[in-house]
């Protein structure tokens, strides 16, 4: 009977197959022009090119094959040929289709989606108690012939063109994603078994394949890049020995973002995934992690995407504070040297995400950087953006903060003095007048003397500083006077007064 089912298998596609690299290696095969990403448009209708923008269809190796027979049941078979089966179905699956147009091969690709959804079954009932290399090297091969592929050029600006605020972008959806989430389904269920060896799998789960699979969290179809997400999270915990390789590669694609390009699809998936990776770590922390802290995680706060990835870089740092508190004051000095001065909407964020790291901050660590802090603080208050203020002020309803102000409010409220007094004169926010009463009232109970000191200070500034604008006006004036009554020789150059 085995014989019989091993003759129903396509002899043509040998050939097409035997240029294709084992485990992970690449696969170089050129698409078919007519399969390509215009395949079904040709008529150029207005519905078909729409679809176009609507799909990013990625470039697929192609291979041409016959007619493909079902494959019999793994229930039908012995427990001695299970294995066997699992390589046929496995080489079964390498093959690939035109997904592009849904009415092309479609007896052929349900052939291939049953296989898949027979491989998955079986990896999950968890009949075979042990994976053989055979077995690894075939699944590895059949997974970078169907997942690795080369995405084409993006017409939108990708996540750089942001402008601070995650902007609600109509998703691009691959075509070929029903077919994709079933291989994804089994890589994830294969990788999570009890029967992979983790010593046997890491010769084929290796850096080659690791870096393809990272490549692919530029897909533009966020159904893809959230299966990537618990794939990479699952090969992290499975392979122990590629876990440095995984943290320096993921480091290399935060710096190419932040520092080159500013743009890929991925960055919030890889940083949910380094977040839990930051939660596991051991105490105290190693430099290598800090050094992740202080040369990624902060830098990643420069983009103007930021929105995008905002709860998750948040997350991590607050991971790190958790950790170690005595990182605290280091942070907040990093994120005031990457603080926004033309984008009122990453303002925003860098105060709401200040809030979170303050309220985790020891008293010590505070004093390390609270005076440039709240010097910045007390620019945000005097923002003629109602929100920056708005948000700003809020600040001051967190008891933490306030307690931590009240402590060392003889440093702290004569810097937000000034600020205070110049919004509740003449900011134009109702809102935002209305708050700063509030906290210009909490400061005053705090401490009435200090308060009152800080008034007086502020009166006699304000003061000297009309006396001064008074003084300066008046010798313009005489200069402007004087040269009116010069006679012009030459290349004189001459100041004319603004009547």
């Given at each position: 009977?085995?014989?019989?089912?091993?003759?129903?298998?396509?002899?043509?596609?040998?050939?097409?197959?035997?240029?294709?690299?084992?485990?992970?290696?690449?696969?170089?095969?050129?698409?078919?022009?007519?399969?390509?990403?215009?395949?079904?448009?040709?008529?150029?209708?207005?519905?078909?090119?729409?679809?176009?923008?609507?799909?990013?269809?990625?470039?697929?190796?192609?291979?041409?094959?016959?007619?493909?027979?079902?494959?019999?049941?793994?229930?039908?078979?012995?427990?001695?040929?299970?294995?066997?089966?699992?390589?046929?179905?496995?080489?079964?699956?390498?093959?690939?289709?035109?997904?592009?147009?849904?009415?092309?091969?479609?007896?052929?690709?349900?052939?291939?989606?049953?296989?898949?959804?027979?491989?998955?079954?079986?990896?999950?009932?968890?009949?075979?108690t042990w994976f053989t290399e055979s077995m690894i090297a075939a699944s590895c091969k059949m997974f970078a012939i169907n997942l690795f592929r080369v995405f084409p050029p993006s017409y939108r600006a990708g996540l750089g063109s942001g402008s601070g605020e995650a902007e609600e972008e109509e998703p691009m959806f691959e075509p070929a994603w029903p077919h994709l989430q079933l291989v994804?389904?089994?890589?994830?269920?294969?990788?999570?078994?009890?029967?992979?060896?983790?010593?046997?799998?890491?010769?084929?789960?290796?850096?080659?394949?690791?870096?393809?699979?990272?490549?692919?969290?530029?897909?533009?179809?966020?159904?893809?890049?959230?299966?990537?997400?618990?794939?990479?999270?699952?090969?992290?915990?499975?392979?122990?020995?590629?876990?440095?390789?995984?943290?320096?590669?993921?480091?290399?694609?935060?710096?190419?973002?932040?520092?080159?390009?500013?743009?890929?699809?991925?960055?919030?998936?890889?940083?949910?995934?380094?977040?839990?990776?930051?939660?596991?770590?051991?105490?105290?922390?190693?430099?290598?992690?800090?050094?992740?802290?202080?040369?990624?995680?902060?830098?990643?706060?420069?983009?103007?995407?930021?929105?995008?990835?905002?709860?998750?870089?948040?997350?991590?740092?607050?991971?790190?504070?958790?950790?170690?508190?005595?990182?605290?004051?280091?942070?907040?000095?990093?994120?005031?040297?990457?603080?926004?001065?033309?984008?009122?909407?990453?303002?925003?964020?860098?105060?709401?995400?200040?809030?979170?790291?303050?309220?985790?901050?020891?008293?010590?660590?505070?004093?390390?950087?609270?005076?440039?802090?709240?010097?910045?603080?007390?620019?945000?208050?005097?923002?003629?953006?109602?929100?920056?203020?708005?948000?700003?002020?809020?600040?001051?309803?967190?008891?933490?903060?306030?307690?931590?102000?009240?402590?060392?409010?003889?440093?702290?409220?004569?810097?937000?003095?000034?600020?205070?007094?110049?919004?509740?004169?003449?900011?134009?926010?109702?809102?935002?007048?209305?708050?700063?009463?509030?906290?210009?009232?909490?400061?005053?109970?705090?401490?009435?003397?200090?308060?009152?000191?800080?008034?007086?200070?502020?009166?006699?500034?304000?003061?000297?500083?009309?006396?001064?604008?008074?003084?300066?006006?008046?010798?313009?004036?005489?200069?402007?006077?004087?040269?009116?009554?010069?006679?012009?020789?030459?290349?004189?150059?001459?100041?004319?007064?603004l009547s």
């Amino acid at each position: 009977m085995w014989k019989q089912f091993l003759n129903k298998l396509p002899r043509k596609s040998s050939s097409s197959k035997s240029d294709l690299n084992s485990g992970s290696g690449l696969v170089r095969s050129v698409s078919d022009p007519s399969h390509g990403l215009n395949g079904g448009t040709a008529c150029g209708s207005r519905s078909s090119a729409s679809s176009v923008k609507r799909m990013s269809s990625a470039v697929f190796p192609s291979s041409l094959i016959a007619d493909i027979e079902p494959l019999v049941l793994f229930k039908d078979v012995p427990n001695s040929e299970k294995i066997s089966l699992f390589i046929s179905k496995v080489a079964l699956c390498c093959v690939q289709f035109d997904f592009t147009d849904p009415n092309k091969n479609s007896t052929e690709k349900d052939l291939k989606r049953q296989a898949l959804l027979d491989l998955t079954e079986f990896v999950s009932s968890g009949v075979c108690t042990w994976f053989t290399e055979s077995m690894i090297a075939a699944s590895c091969k059949m997974f970078a012939i169907n997942l690795f592929r080369v995405f084409p050029p993006s017409y939108r600006a990708g996540l750089g063109s942001g402008s601070g605020e995650a902007e609600e972008e109509e998703p691009m959806f691959e075509p070929a994603w029903p077919h994709l989430q079933l291989v994804y389904d089994f890589l994830l269920k294969f990788i999570g078994s009890q029967s992979l060896d983790a010593k046997v799998g890491k010769k084929y789960f290796d850096h080659s394949f690791i870096l393809r699979l990272l490549d692919l969290f530029e897909s533009e179809d966020p159904r893809e890049r959230d299966c990537l997400k618990a794939i990479l999270h699952r090969i992290y915990g499975k392979f122990m020995v590629h876990r440095p390789f995984i943290r320096k590669s993921v480091s290399n694609i935060f710096y190419r973002f932040v520092f080159e390009t500013e743009r890929h699809n991925g960055i919030a998936e890889l940083l949910e995934v380094f977040g839990s990776v930051v939660s596991g770590f051991a105490l105290p922390l190693k430099e290598e992690h800090k050094i992740f802290l202080w040369r990624v995680l902060i830098p990643l706060h420069k983009p103007k995407g930021l929105g995008l990835y905002l709860q998750q870089v948040t997350y991590c740092v607050s991971q790190y504070v958790e950790k170690e508190p005595k990182l605290a004051g280091s942070i907040i000095l990093g994120l005031l040297r990457y603080w926004p001065v033309t984008s009122s909407q990453k303002e925003v964020m860098f105060l709401s995400e200040l809030e979170e790291i303050l309220e985790a901050t020891s008293m010590v660590e505070f004093q390390k950087c609270m005076v440039p802090l709240f010097r910045r603080i007390a620019c945000c208050l005097n923002s003629y953006h109602f929100q920056v203020a708005e948000r700003t002020l809020f600040m001051f309803n967190n008891d933490h903060i306030l307690r931590l102000v009240a402590q060392n409010r003889q440093t702290l409220i004569p810097l937000l003095f000034p600020s205070l007094e110049r919004n509740a004169r003449d900011h134009w926010n109702q809102a935002v007048l209305n708050l700063t009463i509030n906290v210009r009232k909490m400061l005053s109970e705090m401490d009435e003397e200090l308060f009152s000191e800080c008034q007086a200070k502020f009166k006699e500034e304000e003061e000297r500083r009309t006396e001064f604008e008074e003084k300066r006006r008046l010798a313009w004036n005489r200069l402007e006077s004087a040269a009116a009554y010069q006679p012009v020789t030459g290349k004189t150059a001459v100041l004319v007064g603004l009547s």
